[in-house]
């Protein structure tokens, strides 16, 4: 086996699996906090990425005038789902949330289309997809700059999140309404807030997300099918656990990887695709809480 090549092929998955990370990170946010997947989370990665081409497309900003004006648009979007459709719901079955976010999704994903429009479009962002030199002449590495820039500053937001829930007031205001929101509630915790600041914050994540994946493949109604990237990641590392999504988003990106150059070429390839789904499917049939996530115990 030629260990350049295997290792070229594992830092490269590596370093897609912390984006992935990034993604199933905007799911635990929301889960933590209502206990319900965000069907949704999808949708506004492509609201975010095509918000952001318009503004430069429609209004002539620049990137850099235009990343805010998207970061106002999805921040505001993200409370406006909180007051409008989450807070009437509040206490009511997961089940009910769950369905609220399939509608959300293609709400979402219609609204973003009618004010944008449908085409694909290509987004430019200044990091170059080029082999990294110092690499090739340092260790006869090839790697993308794009990829190793992508993952520094999706590692940079995963640790910023990772902080944020275990160091902060909200941190810990989210571990409290995802124990019980009703007990939350009667110990003073503002339940909307927390929902509206967490909604936000996801905003932000699918903004970031967004922006990356819609610069290597294209802002296309496509990027709504990252979210489904997202489920092996989760169901790997935990639905409630933010070092869970991190450590599942490398597991996932990795395995896929070596998986499509190893394994492919015996089954006629294509599997990059499909097979962390049978590796999520595996692993749920070992520990169906994920390597993170909080067994439960069921009485019978």
Known sequence: MDMTFFAEVLIGGLLSGVMYALVAIGFVLIYKASGVFNFAQ????????????GFM???????????????LAMIILGLAIERVVLRPLVNQPEITLFMATIGLAFFI?????????????????????VPSEYLMEKFNIVISKFDLTAAAICGVMVAALA???????????LRAVADDHQAAQAVGIPLQRIWGILWAVAGMV???????WGA??????????????????????????VPGAIVGGLIIGASEKLAEVYI??????????????????LFLLVRPEGLFGEKIIRRI
């Not at 902080?163 to 205001?173: E, P, Q, Y």
């Not at 493949?217 to 997202?230: D, E, P």
């Open 109 to 129: 994903e219609g609204l973003a289309q009618l004010i944008w429009g449908s085409q694909v479009h290509k987004l430019d962002i200044p990091i170059e997809d």
């Open 163 to 173: 902080l944020m829930f275990a160091k902060t007031k909200v941190g810990r205001a």
């Open 216 to 241: 290597r493949n294209g802002v296309q109604f496509a990027l709504t099918f990252i979210a489904l990237k997202a489920l092996p990641v989760l169901i790997l590392g935990g639905f409630t656990s």
């Open 57 to 71: 497309d429609k209004f002539g900003l620049s990137l850099w005038l235009a990343i805010p004006a998207t970061v």
């Open 42 to 53: 999808g949708a506004m990665v492509f609201f975010a990425a095509l918000t952001t081409v």
């Open 264 to 281: 492919g070429p015996l089954v006629g390839g294509g599997i990059e695709g499909w097979f962390p789904y049978v590796l999520a499917l």
């Open 206 to 212: 699918a903004l970031v997300a967004g922006l990356l």
